[in-house]
């Protein structure tokens, strides 16, 4: 069974830092690529970044870019998004995804997803 469990959220002040992790499951994880994405109430999940199944390519959503850094261990499943600086408009609940087949330039959309995480929340306030 392919799992992928988001944890490490929680509440912090204004710039403040939280590491998120994404621990997979039940399929080989070299081979797939992770996104993370946030919703925020009233808004549309949106990608935040992503990072190829090689680790040799990363994307940051131009609102985190220079605050947030992904990473990932494949010896441990694990993909880390760092979140530094954070601000009140980062909270929102923060899901991991992954797909096998997911292309470079459509790792930032939902739909190109097939596994996701439940979700763990990230608020930011003081």
């Known amino acids: 069974e392919v799992q992928l469990q988001a944890s490490g959220g929680g509440l912090v002040q204004p710039g403040g830092s939280l590491r998120l992790s994404c621990a997979a499951s039940?399929?080989?994880?070299?081979?797939?690529?992770i996104g993370w994405f946030r919703q925020a109430p009233g808004k549309e999940r949106a990608g935040v970044s992503c990072?190829?199944?090689?680790?040799?390519?990363?994307y940051y959503a131009d609102s985190v870019k220079g605050r947030f850094t992904i990473s990932r261990d494949n010896a441990k499943n694990t993909v880390y998004l760092q979140m530094n600086n954070l601000k009140p408009e980062d909270t929102a609940v923060y899901y991991c995804?992954?797909?096998?087949?997911?292309?470079?330039?459509?790792?930032?959309?939902?739909?190109?997803?097939?596994?996701w995480g439940q979700g763990t929340l990230v608020t930011v306030s003081s």
């Open positions: 995804a992954g797909d096998r087949n997911v292309i470079v330039g459509r790792m930032t959309i939902p739909n190109e997803y097939d596994y």
């Open positions: 039940g399929f080989t994880f070299d081979d797939y690529a």
């Open positions: 990072i190829s199944s090689s680790g040799g390519f990363t």
